[in-house]
């Protein structure tokens, strides 16, 4: 599975982006789909996850009511609604698929800045 991560961009404060992740290959439906993020001079941290068949999501608890990951599978597709964005959600944010119990394909990242 090959990801494309794109739909980053400058906002400010309060504003709101929708982050996709296009899937190639027949098997998209097959994987659970996360979106991490990753600060400069930070680790990468967990965002978002959603099952395969899109029945159960979670989230990290600084995105919890704002962030929204959805997913169509006859698009192949992942997504990560923002709202209400805050300077503290700058960072790249990556796509990544799961089968196993890791993530076995990651996306290229998309750079989302939050200016106060």
């Known amino acids: 599975v090959q990801l494309q991560a794109s739909g980053g961009g400058l906002v400010q404060a309060g504003d709101s982006l929708r982050l996709s992740c296009a899937a190639s290959?027949?098997?998209?439906?097959?994987?659970?789909m996360g979106w991490f993020r990753q600060a400069p001079g930070k680790e990468r941290e967990f965002v978002a996850r959603?099952?395969?068949?899109?029945?159960?999501?979670i989230y990290a608890d600084s995105v919890k009511g704002r962030f929204t990951i959805s997913r169509d599978n006859a698009k192949n597709t992942v997504y990560l609604q923002m709202n209400s964005l805050k300077p503290e959600d700058t960072a790249v944010y990556y796509c990544?698929?799961?089968?196993?119990?890791?993530?076995?394909?990651w996306g290229q990242g998309t750079q989302v800045t939050v200016s106060s």
């Open positions: 990544a698929a799961q089968l196993g119990r890791a993530y076995d394909f």
């Open positions: 290959g027949r098997t998209f439906s097959a994987y659970n």
């Open positions: 959603i099952t395969w068949s899109g029945g159960y999501t």
